[in-house]
């Protein structure tokens, strides 16, 4: 099956300073891939999608200047928590699809990365 | 805005009991996705649904899109404590291409 792969897995840093997260499509190429973020026992929200060669879209409310998404290969899309400060802590989750098709096809999901700003 | 609410929100069984969760859409879906998360980690696919009407199992899980492809129900026969997790529904979000947009989730115990 396909496998994508997220690290960190937890990271704790001070307010103030930034965060990259990295994540992987491993036997996959995956031209879009999806960040979201889940707060203890809530739902998943998808914050921005990252587009290969090109700019990530970004959901309302999300601020993109705060969280940079680059996604410079068909493997790879990083996001940077830029001055983080203790509201930014969060699951921080990358998925991507195997299949390019407009039709929906099922997300794999990273491990995800918790992040603790202090 | 689009919403996909769940419900129960949580959901405690002993095992050995049935379990079913309810997914409903504000819009209309041209599919619906079923994933599980267990405790401190990631989403897991489980199944797509398309037809409108349409009825899945997998072993002891059966998965169910409405009619009017606004609800699906997830529902799970004689519960196992490996069923433990937040079972969540997910749809097309309008105008989203392949974006998805995830339901309230139901966190699933399950008790010997």
């Known amino acids: 099956g396909a496998v994508v792969s997220q690290h960190p897995s937890w990271v704790i840093c001070k307010s103030g300073t930034s965060v990259k997260i990295e994540c992987r499509s491993l036997d996959f190429q995956a031209t879009t891939m999806f960040w979201y973020r889940q707060f203890p026992k809530q739902s998943l929200m998808l914050m921005a999608t990252?587009?290969?060669?090109?700019?990530?879209?970004?959901e309302q409310g999300v601020e993109k200047d705060k969280f940079l998404i680059n996604h410079a290969s068909l493997t790879l899309s990083t996001l940077t928590v830029t001055s983080a400060h203790p509201e930014d802590s969060s699951f921080y989750i990358c998925?991507?699809?195997?299949?390019?098709?407009?039709?929906?096809?099922?997300?794999?999901f990273g491990n995800g990365t918790r992040l603790t700003v202090t | 805005g689009q919403q996909v609410m769940q419900i129960p929100q949580y959901q405690h069984v002993q095992e050995g009991e049935d379990f079913t969760t309810y997914c409903n859409s504000s819009t209309t879906l041209s599919n619906i996705q079923w994933y599980k998360q267990r405790p401190g980690g990631h989403p897991v696919f489980l199944i797509q649904?398309?037809?409108?009407?349409e009825v899945k199992k997998q072993k002891r899980l059966t998965f169910q899109f409405g009619e009017a492809k606004k609800n699906s129900s997830l529902h799970i026969t004689a519960t196992q404590t490996t069923d433990v997790g937040t079972y969540f529904c997910a749809g097309p979000l309008t105008g989203g291409g392949n974006k998805l947009t995830f339901g309230t989730g139901t966190q699933l115990k399950v008790e010997l």
């Open positions: 998925s991507a699809s195997r299949s390019t098709s407009s039709y929906n096809s099922p997300l794999h």
């Open positions: 649904l398309v037809k409108s009407g």
């Open positions: 990252s587009n290969e060669g090109s700019k990530a879209t970004y």
